[in-house]
């Protein structure tokens, strides 16, 4: 089983993290569903070019999260986490993306109240794209 | 015997020839890890696969394998597969299938079906002398041979030179099952960036019979990197975290990312991208520095 999931070069987050963020949402988008069985952590980091020390390094904090679970000689699964825990789950990682957003628009040298014309323009249009669909 | 987590321990390793000093090297692999062992032609490798395997007898220092000491116990040989040069040549007027019933004798766990499924897969042609097939069956046969007799440390000098595609993606495959066992251990010398970027965890880089550097894959990826700065100056082109720079579209290489950043913070400069480097790049800036 081949995983969407890629190490960006460019990025200053280690590679663990990358790993288990993008695994992460995967489980909280529903695309992985309970039950479905993860690739090992050999084949995984020979499909991402790492070492085990980095996958395992990922699968150990999603399972000590709750997310997945390893069963002896079966290999590693997806959990059923609830439906409470994935829609908190996903309203963290959703802030956090607007918090990164906000940060890189403030490092651009945005004021807020421009940061809030942006914003207001740019879900103005995404609503206008989305009518079209 | 107390249980390690090291399957291979080489201690104070050396041995002298006319032309070339090999060690004192000192190494332990870690079982479950794939190591790659990385130098220039003539650094040492295959010597060092060699003593390991008892092929060659060492000056000075032991090689501890699963516990035991090697060179005391040969048995310990039937759970090592290699694949190299220099252990069928002497059989090279030999069909491989002749060749393939010596190899049998000195392994009991040798699988004959397992065998007869691999000399299909790789296509080899069991009548052929050994000594006229090309550098890339030559490969495979090695490859073969060390597999059959389901080893627990294999030890590869150079598996995928002169390999074709297919061949290489069958081998890849083979060797990512034979670490799925928690037990296994694979060292494997290679020029190839690509096999140590799917394969390996750990990197031994080699130089004139010493091991100058034992790094982690990763730890190294993370750590170097070409960023882009909005200016070079001297104090920092002559900066120990400044491994190589380039004037033009000022841009450094670093080992340690980490650090840089502070120092640029310090110095009151600022950079606009930065990237990890290819791993043969940092291998090159490595064994260079090591030179």
Known sequence: MKLPISVSEGSKEPIYYQIETQLKNLVISGQLAAGTLLPSIRALSSDLSCSVITTRRAYQNLENEGFIQTVQGKGTFVRDIGQQVKAETKETTGYSYIMKLLKDLSALGFSEKEIKQLIQKAILEWEGGNDFE | ?291
């Open chain 2, 1 to 291: 015997m107390t249980l390690s987590n090291y399957l291979l321990e080489v201690e104070q390793l050396s041995k002298s020839f006319k032309y070339f000093d090999f060690g004192p090297v000192n190494l332990k692999a870690e079982t479950g890890t794939v190591i790659a062992l990385v130098g220039e032609n003539g650094s040492g490798k295959s010597t060092f696969f060699h003593l390991i395997l008892s092929l060659l007898k060492p000056d000075k220092g032991t090689v501890t394998c699963f516990g035991q000491n090697m060179h005391e116990n040969r048995s310990l040989l039937e759970n090592i597969g290699y694949a190299g040069n220099n252990l069928y040549e002497v059989y090279g007027h030999l069909p491989i299938k002749r060749i393939a019933k010596l190899v049998r004798h000195w392994y009991p766990q040798w699988d004959d079906a397992k065998y007869k499924k691999m000399i299909d897969k790789y296509q080899i042609n069991e009548k052929e002398r050994y000594q006229n097939c090309s550098t890339g069956t030559k490969k495979k046969i090695q490859f073969i041979f060390a597999m059959v007799h389901s080893p627990k440390l294999l030890l590869l000098d150079e598996p995928f030179s002169g390999v074709d595609i297919i061949s290489k993606r069958y081998m890849k495959g083979e060797l990512l099952e034979f670490m799925e066992h928690p037990d296994h251990t694979i060292i494997i010398s290679t020029h190839q960036q690509e096999e140590i970027s799917s394969l390996c965890d750990i990197i031994w880089l080699m130089n004139r019979g010493r091991i100058i550097a034992e790094v982690e894959k990763d730890e190294i990826n993370e750590r170097w990197r070409r960023v882009w700065i909005n200016k070079l100056p001297d104090m920092i082109k002559q900066h120990q975290l400044v491994i190589d720079f380039d004037e033009e579209s000022p841009s450094l290489v670093t080992d340690n990312f980490l650090e840089l950043e502070k120092l640029l913070v310090q110095e009151n400069l600022t950079y606009s991208h930065q990237y990890r480097l290819e791993l043969d790049e940092i291998l090159a800036y490595m064994m260079e520095k090591g030179r």
